[in-house]
């Protein structure tokens, strides 16, 4: 059993169990559904996601507690998650050896130098989590206000030298670096005191457009799954849609494609992840290298390196991914995980330059701001944003949303789709709501979104909350938004064809869509009478259609038009009339005398007291396209901007 | 040998010394986690910032006072009304910081009586200095754009005359209060950043007709503390005035029915709308002060709601009479 | 190439294989603890499958008999406003179930003064239609034969046709007008296909000195005990003294004999005091209470007993004819 057996078991183990975990997500309790499958626990073992959700909210919450076992555990054995345990990362190795399988080993260690572009992964992480810590940082600027001078002056001390030493750990050149960064240090904290950084200092988390583990959980759910199911429709009844899916796949397909030209491309490239445990793992006890400096430089075991951290010679350690292929391929048996360094040297610090550093650094600070400059998450709200149900209050929401795709995955109802950007590039591929796609609008008695959030963006709520009952009775529902009736394209408001499917399936008791009853005169519908019986009237010429009125809705009144007077009409031909018998005419209407043709039309009024947002109407609306109820996101619960209406005593704002 | 023994010593060393990183490492990864763990989900609200409320700024001891001052000359009058009610050094101590909450609510121009006129503005700023006052702030939210309407207004010129300080509220000038016992105002963003360090306030109103609330007076002078889309107040616009009665406990309201805004209220526009009723009032009941205030409109106090709402709360009296004003003429 | 593992290679290789497993295993057990999403989600589906949907089309319901004339077109009600129609009375038919009611006037065509109307109450089934047929049966009724349950009085005709509960009400005693009613009446059931079905409960009880027409099935809460649903009562008159038995079928035997238990110690709670009998039925509880004697046990999955009985002897006596027949029934 040698060790790269070992590590083979366990990345199909973890990418079978990633697989698994995708393929139950559906509700439901039979044992290829839910039940109690941990789907979210591969993201919660993830250290960035931790990490960012912790410099986003200051908290560390609930299951990523795993996250901090694996950060020990990278710290004591180096960066094995790579190597050993991402999902994403076994598919890369995989369709990387597929790519070099026939090529000479002369190739294949040229693929595997060590590129300069390597550093890039570093930069994205700092972009990232700068993004994610303006608020962070904000507070701790807000520390010294309010506070006497000393007070302030040691906390940008301490806060000075925890730079420095974070810039130690990165950087070759560390004087001028110092230099630099307590300068910019000593501008921000200064800034801080007089101006109110905090309004300033914007954060969201961003890292879930690039984190591996939410990026394939994304791109297996959103895009694989639902196109190998369209066809053999056994995850789901019916065909999932998805807005802006193609994006998701084609990043997906282009990040596997490119492991083609060079193994393990966005893992060596691209990989934030892969970048933070590389640095975590610098002190490392044990770590690949050589145990003696003179071997004969024959490189084989460069050829089979994952990750391209050039064991042959001063192996780079944040690189190394510990495939451990370098010990199975070295014929000396001169490489092996040892707790002494590599005899030939090793190198521990990314290759980055104080430049890109602080480029990265500052860019990624200003980048949420700048982006809420189009106001989107406030004023400029697209109407076309829905959140889901539990979606915390904006800001808060943008703090945790991993872009995961979990929610979208686990609706049952398939109406949670990854927004695009007109709720603003920050908000891509966050969750939002349309109700013309799917089987229905939400469902009232559903909570999976909520339960099923790995970090509480959507946070878990009982079913109780969600209606408004029992302990949460004052409160009221969660509500999602406000269905608006659109009267010009509405059939029975503006073209006399009854309709109420709306009203008929509002699920709220009592029924937030009420109608009022309406009598119109249909076009060319005022004739004359040739002649009339208790039951039938005949008509001069032939002016209707056979069986036009007869679906229960037309009447028909001769002079005054009052509920006394009008007739259900049953049947018509060309020429006559037949109206119920259950109350024939008392006097049939006289030869020469004019009948007025009315349909019955019930116009559909929405109350906003009631209504929850569900946006089961507007998916049941008969008008496909352009629905004539629309939901949008007015007087949503989790919004006081967005509120409607004056709430009641004691109701959520 | 032994430079294999030196690499082995140093070797020892150097995992030594790693390990101690890797032990610092694993330590303040369970530091950081004990810290800042959280099992439970978060709550459904924003984390809401300490609310904040203002304190009562009447004068304790003093009872009930009201005066009526009739006469042409705002500043005579209001230095008539404040006499009759114990001059202004009953209310404004040496040292005081003093607040006038001003109605500045429109850019236009003192002629139209939509705003606190300015002179009368300056002239109650300059009392209070007289009195011994340290600062004055004078204040509002305005509809429009702050700058603008105190400067069309003419309150921002007037007031800078007499060394009072003029307040343009910005985005970081509120703070969310919750009224006690109040159904509408919770959470809702209050203009606070003036109030700090305060301990007298005076309100002081012109008499007008209002579209929706019927008439707008001392006690709706306090909309314009409130922040935030406050136009949804509207939609129980009585009970948004009651609880803004409830809100502010001032140390006396200025209510100025020199000329009346007769109809076409808030905001007027034709001079035609202003009837000269000439007459000031001074009192440390605001309801009494508007319940007097509507008879000048001509309305009843069943007419308009809020009154009767406030005086309900315990906020003041709708029965003016009660108070024993004290009528005067400046003539 | 390393040719063979060493032993520590592969002792640390099954070590994390053990781990592996560990993991796969711990997946496993979590699995059987359900996401509360899923818990909720049977509960959602169980909840769909019970009501019976409303027969929404009224064309064949009311057919107008010869002669007669309709005054109005027909109104059709539905559990939100039959209050409307029927004002307190819609409480009977909304705990029970209530689904539609269809109503219209009719006139005899030559004396317009002589009319009746028409009540058709759609219960969704048969029992919910037995239960508020019996409910309102009229002690001074006479029974009708046309269909099994029926019966009328002067003015009015009332009967039950599969799930519909059907009322004629006449303005007038006239015969014409009975003979109209009774036409109605054959023209609806005739034309009005029903699912079929019994009420089993009917033919539990002992024949012998059984009211045939004085059986009345109390969906909820009788006899003022709330866990008491779907409990079917008969009157009995034996020698010379009047009593009532009652029976329900329950789900299983245990909840039978639960629900003994559970009277019995609402019985108690109320009053009553329990007495000591052997009757020769197994598990029954006596109890007098308010000058009556109650008999309740449970045979099987019926529960069953006497209530508000005079004569206790009678009382024990008919319980263990009930009891007999009960045990010789499928149960």
């Not at chain 1, 297996?220 to 899916?245: C, F, M, W």
């Not at chain 1, 006399?496 to 009022?516: G, L």
């Not at chain 2, 204040?139 to 010129?157: H, K, R, V």
């Not at chain 3, 046309?146 to 799930?163: I, Q």
């Amino acid at each position: 059993m040698t060790i790269v057996t070992v590590r083979r078991i366990s990345q199909a183990l973890f990418l079978g169990l990633f697989l698994w975990f995708c393929i139950v997500s559906s509700l439901g309790r039979e044992w290829w559904q839910l039940r109690g499958w941990p789907v979210n626990w591969l993201l919660q073992i993830d250290p960035l996601i931790a990490l960012g959700t912790m410099l986003t909210t200051r908290v560390l919450y609930s299951g990523l507690l795993w996250a901090m076992v694996m950060v020990v555990l990278t710290i004591l054995l180096g960066r094995f998650f790579c190597g050993w345990v991402c999902p994403f990362g076994s598919l890369h190795h995989f369709i990387g050896f597929l790519g070099r399988r026939r090529r000479p080993a002369h190739d294949r260690i040229t693929l595997n130098q060590y590129h300069p572009g390597q550093c890039i992964k570093y930069y994205l992480l700092i972009f990232l989590l700068a993004a994610a810590a303006g608020s962070s940082i904000a507070q701790l600027v807000r520390v010294t206000h309010g506070h006497s001078m000393i007070v302030s002056i040691s906390v940008i001390a301490v806060l000075a030298v925890l730079a420095v030493i974070a810039i130690l750990r990165f950087i070759s050149n560390p004087r001028r670096a110092i230099g630099i960064l307590l300068v910019v240090v000593g501008i921000w904290m200064g800034l801080g005191s007089f101006l109110p950084l905090d309004r300033m200092n914007a954060a969201s988390l961003q890292i879930g457009l690039l984190d591996p583990i939410a990026l394939v959980y994304r791109s297996v759910n959103l895009v694989l799954l639902p196109v190998v199911d369209a066809g053999i429709h056994k995850l789901s009844t019916i065909q999932r849609y998805y807005e802006g899916a193609w994006l998701i796949g084609a990043i997906f397909l282009a990040a596997v494609f490119l492991n083609l030209r060079i193994p393990r491309f966005y893992c060596r490239f691209l990989c934030p992840l892969g970048a933070l445990l590389g640095v975590l793992g610098r002190f490392a006890l044990w770590r690949m290298g050589k145990t003696r400096d003179e071997c004969t430089a024959c490189k084989l075991c460069d050829a089979d390196c994952e990750g391209a951290c050039q064991p042959s010679g001063e192996i780079r350690i944040n690189e190394c991914v510990l495939c451990m292929n370098c010990r199975s391929s070295c014929k000396e048996g001169l490489v092996d995980y040892q707790t002494s360094p590599s005899a030939s040297g090793e190198i521990t610090s990314p290759d980055i330059s104080r430049r890109g550093f602080v480029i990265a650094l500052i860019s990624g600070i200003s980048a949420i701001p700048v982006l809420r400059l189009s106001g989107e998450a406030g004023p400029n709200w697209h109407p076309e944003v829905i959140r889901p149900p539990g979606a915390l209050p904006e800001e808060g929401f943008l703090a945790r949303c991993l872009r995961c795709g979990q929610c979208m995955r686990i609706c049952p109802t398939n109406i949670i789709h990854p927004a695009g950007i007109k709720g603003g590039l920050e908000a891509l591929w966050t969750p939002t709501l349309n109700f013309r796609v799917g089987t229905s609008g939400c469902q009232l008695n559903c909570i999976a979104c909520g339960q099923i959030c790995p970090s509480a963006a959507l946070r878990p709520m009982s079913l109780d909350e969600k209606l408004g009952r029992k302990d949460y009775a004052t409160t009221g529902p969660i509500r999602l938004g406000t269905a608006f009736v659109d009267r010009g394209r509405c059939l029975p408001w503006a073209m006399d064809r009854p309709c109420i499917v709306c009203q008929e399936n509002c699920p709220t008791s009592p029924k937030a869509i009420f109608t009022r009853k309406q009598f119109t005169t249909v076009r060319g519908g005022v004739l004359l009478v040739k002649r009339a019986d208790a039951l039938r009237v005949e008509f001069e010429g032939n002016p209707l259609e056979p069986g036009q009125f007869a679906t229960g809705d037309y009447y028909c009144t001769v002079g005054i038009e009052t509920d006394d007077h009008r007739r259900r009409i049953v049947e018509n031909s060309g020429n006559t009339l037949a109206i119920a018998p259950s109350w024939p005419w008392q006097s049939p209407p006289p030869r020469g005398s004019f009948v007025r043709i009315q349909v019955h039309l019930q116009l559909p009024f929405v109350d906003p007291k009631l209504c929850t947002g569900c946006g089961i109407c507007e998916h049941e609306c008969p008008v496909r396209v352009k629905r004539a109820i629309r939901v949008t996101p007015e007087n949503e619960s989790r919004s006081r901007e967005r509120s409607l209406l004056l709430p009641l005593a004691g109701q959520r704002q | 040998m032994r430079r294999e023994l030196r690499d082995e010593s140093m070797n020892r060393r150097e995992f030594l010394l790693r390990t101690a990183k890797a032990g610092a490492g694993v330590a303040a990864t369970c530091f950081l986690a004990y810290w800042l763990y959280d099992g439970t989900p978060p709550g459904p609200l924003q984390e809401q910032d300490e609310l904040v409320m203002l304190p009562d700024f009447s004068m304790p001891g003093l009872g009930p006072k009201m005066s009526i001052v009739t006469g042409g000359d705002r500043i005579q009058t209001v230095n008539r009304a404040l006499k009759a009610i114990g001059g202004i050094e009953a209310f404004i101590k040496p040292g005081d910081r003093v607040l006038l909450k001003v109605n500045a609510a429109f850019a236009t121009p003192p002629i139209l009586s939509a705003t606190t006129n300015p002179q009368l503005a300056a002239e109650v700023a300059h009392l209070c200095f007289k009195a011994g006052a340290a600062s004055v702030v004078v204040t509002d939210n305005p509809i429009n754009d702050p700058e603008s309407c105190f400067n069309l207004t003419g309150i921002a010129e007037a007031a800078r005359s007499v060394g009072a300080r003029v307040f343009l509220p910005t985005e970081d000038s509120f703070e969310p209060t919750t009224v006690k016992d109040a159904t509408l105002i919770r959470g809702w963003p209050l203009l606070y950043s003036p109030f700090v360090g305060i301990n007298k306030v005076i309100g002081i109103a012109p008499v007008k007709d209002h579209h929706r609330s019927g008439a707008s007076m001392t006690m709706k002078n306090w909309y314009g503390l409130l922040g935030g889309r406050r136009n949804i107040f509207h939609q129980d616009i009585h009970n948004a005035i009651k609880e803004l009665a409830m809100m502010v406990t001032p140390t006396l309201v200025i209510l100025d029915a020199t000329t009346a805004m007769m109809t076409n209220g808030p905001t007027g526009g034709s001079l035609a709308d202003l009837k000269r009723t000439n007459t000031m009032i001074a009192s440390t009941d605001q309801v009494a002060a508007d319940a007097f205030g509507a008879t000048l409109l001509g309305k009843t106090v069943a007419q308009l709601p809020y009154i009767s709402k406030a005086e309900a709360s315990g906020v003041g009296t709708a029965d003016y009479a009660s108070l024993n004003p004290i009528r005067e003429s400046t003539g | 190439m390393v040719s063979q593992p060493t032993k520590c290679e592969t002792s640390i290789g099954f070590g994390i294989l053990l781990v592996l497993a560990g993991i796969v295993i711990g997946v496993f057990l979590k699995q059987s603890h359900y996401n509360p999403a899923v818990l909720v989600r049977g509960a959602l589906e169980a909840g769909i499958r019970a009501a019976p949907k409303a027969d929404l089309s009224e064309e064949f319901l009311i057919e107008v008999a010869a002669g007669m004339v309709p005054m109005n077109p027909p109104e059709i009600f539905g559990p939100e406003n039959l209050s409307d129609k029927i004002n307190g009375r819609a409480e009977l038919y909304l705990s029970a179930g209530f689904l539609r009611l269809l109503c219209q006037r009719f006139a005899e065509a030559n004396d317009p003064s002589s009319w009746m109307e028409v009540f058709i109450y759609d219960m969704g089934i048969i029992r919910r239609a037995f239960a508020v047929y019996s409910v309102q049966r009229r002690p001074d009724a006479e029974k009708a034969t046309f269909t099994e349950f029926a019966y009328r009085t002067e003015n009015a005709l009332f009967f039950l046709h599969g799930r519909y509960y059907v009322e004629l009400i006449a303005a007038v005693t006239t015969q014409r007008m009975a003979e109209a009613m009774q036409v109605f009446a054959h023209t609806f059931i005739g034309k009005t296909e029903v699912q079929g079905g019994d009420i089993e409960e009917l033919a539990l009880f002992p024949r012998e000195g059984l009211n045939e027409e004085g059986i009345t099935f109390l969906i909820s809460n009788a006899f003022g005990f709330d866990r008491f649903d779907n409990v079917f009562m008969a009157d009995y008159a034996l020698g010379n003294t009047q009593l009532t038995a009652f029976l329900s079928i329950r789900e299983n035997p245990s909840e039978a004999s639960e629900l003994v238990a559970a009277y019995h110690g609402f019985l108690l709670a109320n009053g009553g005091v329990n007495v000591e009998s052997d009757i020769g039925v197994p598990g029954a509880k006596v109890v007098k209470i308010l000058d009556s004697f109650e008999v309740v046990f449970s045979q099987g999955k019926f529960l069953a007993g006497i209530h508000a009985a005079q004569d206790r002897g009678q009382a024990e006596k008919h319980a263990i004819r009930l009891m007999q027949k009960l045990s010789g029934a499928s149960g």
